[in-house]
């Protein structure tokens, strides 16, 4: 506990909020382990191996899936793992990481994304974050224009619930549009790609 102490001292306030041009300048490394929220910098919780292991699985799935799409409609889409996603930058910056998103196709070194390139973004919840995931992040992605978002429940090792909204233009928040459970059987989601939930891929996360 002292530590803590140690820390909470007046030097290590944040100086003044962090912009877009700022966020740019800082090393990736550190960049990688916080979010900003209204240009404040917030620690994002470093995610056990369950929770790991679910975004990769879920990530290849729609990766799966928008594949399948781009070789039958066209045009290029790609998905990431827990990567900086600009919300907005003004009046005050607010950059995520989703656990994983779905996108359209942009330059590499284009960072952050923009909110308005992404299709689906996708938060696994962990012990301590249900509250960020199901409310402070479900608003500010709806708010941000994002169109669809998954929030993925693990529990016995396994990915045990998955809840999709989809966002309401008119009111600019999500509504639910489906909840699936491994009792389900294999399910599929049909937008914005057609995605096959496979639960048996979605066990034994850590052996």
Known sequence: MSAIFDWATSD??????????????????????V???NGDIVRAESPNRAHQKAARRLAD???AAALAHVNRWGGCL?????????????????????DVALFDCAPNDLRPL??????????VIS????MVDSADKKTE???????????VWVSDNSVSMIKIFVLDHVQ???????????????????????????WKRLSDLVL
Do not use: M
Not at 114 to 123: D, G, N, R, T, Y
Not at 127 to 130: A, H, K, N, Q
Not at 173 to 191: K, T
């Open 12 to 33: 290590n306030l944040q100086p003044e909020p962090v912009t877009l041009e700022i966020w740019r300048k800082l090393s990736e490394d550190y960049c990688r382990q």
């Open 35 to 37: 979010e900003v929220v």
């Open 61 to 63: 799935l729609v990766e």
């Open 78 to 98: 790609d998905v990431d793992t827990d990567f900086d996603v600009v919300l907005w930058e003004f009046p005050r910056v607010t950059i995520r990481r989703p």
């Open 114 to 123: 923009p909110a308005s390139l992404v299709k689906i973004a996708i938060e």
């Open 127 to 130: 012990p301590g974050t249900e």
């Open 141 to 151: 992605y709806a708010l941000a224009g994002i169109p669809w978002y998954w929030l």
């Open 172 to 198: 600019g928040q999500y509504v639910p549009h489906l909840e699936l459970q491994p009792a389900d059987g294999d399910s599929v989601i049909e937008a914005p790609v057609r995605c096959q939930i496979d």
